[in-house]
T-cell receptor, first 114, second 112 residues
Framework: EPEVTQTPSHQVTQMGQEVILRCVPI?????FYWYRQILGQKVEFLVS????????KSEIFDDQFSVERPDGSNFTLKIRSTKLEDSAMYFC????????????FGNGTRLTVT | AQSVTQLGSHVSVSEGALVLLRCNYS??????LFWYVQYPNQGLQLLLK??????LVKGINGFEAEFKKSETSFHLTKPSAHMSDAAEYFC??????????FGAGTTVTVRA
């Protein structure tokens, strides 16, 4: 069965550095998402992306975050200047249709900011 | 806005016993409800979904959930727990706006 793949599985970075988290969604999917889970807290929506633009973003997704689909397969999340509180597990997800279609999640990237 | 509340952050059951995980939702519009499971070091895997068809929804691995509008609940059950069911379980809700709101999760441990 096709999977959403995320790389790296674990990223350690220093505060203030830029990081790019990479995702390869399932190939025929059209809607893409990023979620994050801070240790011990709920999984939170960050952003949804469709037709090469952001369809919705949460209040967490401020100017230091950006998303891009640079080619036909990758979907990236960039954090421009990381803060300690950005440490979390970041999940990429995709779905063929939007709305109530179930999301297919990747295994996540654990980001540790020191 | 929608939200879900999962009652009990940790549930411990004996192998072969009933698994019951509670989820209550809040939504101003008809909700779509999901249960996801997360095994250690893995992503979120869909167990089952409710999208306004049958109120009793059967999912993978022997799990099922019943949508009860009068109780605003969507509890997850499995008649007989297996060791492989040890994982974290998340209830989630959306209203067709592409955005899932997750509960805090319930960790299930299974005793031999």
């Amino acid at each position: 069965e096709p999977e959403v793949t995320q790389t790296p599985s674990h990223q350690v970075t220093q505060m203030g550095q830029e990081v790019i988290l990479r995702c390869v969604p399932i190939s025929n999917h059209l809607y893409f998402y990023w979620y994050r889970q801070i240790l011990g807290q709920k999984v939170e929506f960050l952003v949804s992306f469709y037709n090469n633009e952001i369809s919705e973003k949460s209040e967490i997704f401020d100017d230091q975050f950006s998303v891009e689909r640079p080619d036909g397969s990758n979907f990236t999340l960039k954090i421009r200047s990381t803060k300690l509180e950005d440490s979390a597990m970041y999940f990429c997800a995709s779905t063929r249709q939007g709305g109530n279609s179930p999301l297919h999640f990747g295994n996540g990237t654990r980001l540790t900011v020191t | 806005a929608q939200s879900v509340t999962q009652l009990g952050s940790h549930v411990s059951v004996s192998e072969g016993a009933l698994v019951l995980l509670r989820c209550n939702y809040s939504s101003s519009v008809p909700p779509y409800l999901f249960w996801y499971v997360q095994y250690p070091n893995q992503g979120l895997q869909l167990l089952l979904k409710y999208t306004s068809a049958a109120t009793l929804v059967k999912g993978i691995n022997g799990f099922e959930a019943e949508f009860k509008k009068s109780e605003t609940s969507f509890h997850l059950t499995k008649p007989s727990a297996h060791m492989s069911d040890a994982a974290e379980y998340f209830c989630a809700v959306t209203s067709n706006d592409y955005k899932l709101s997750f509960g805090a999760g319930t960790t299930v441990t299974v005793r031999a």
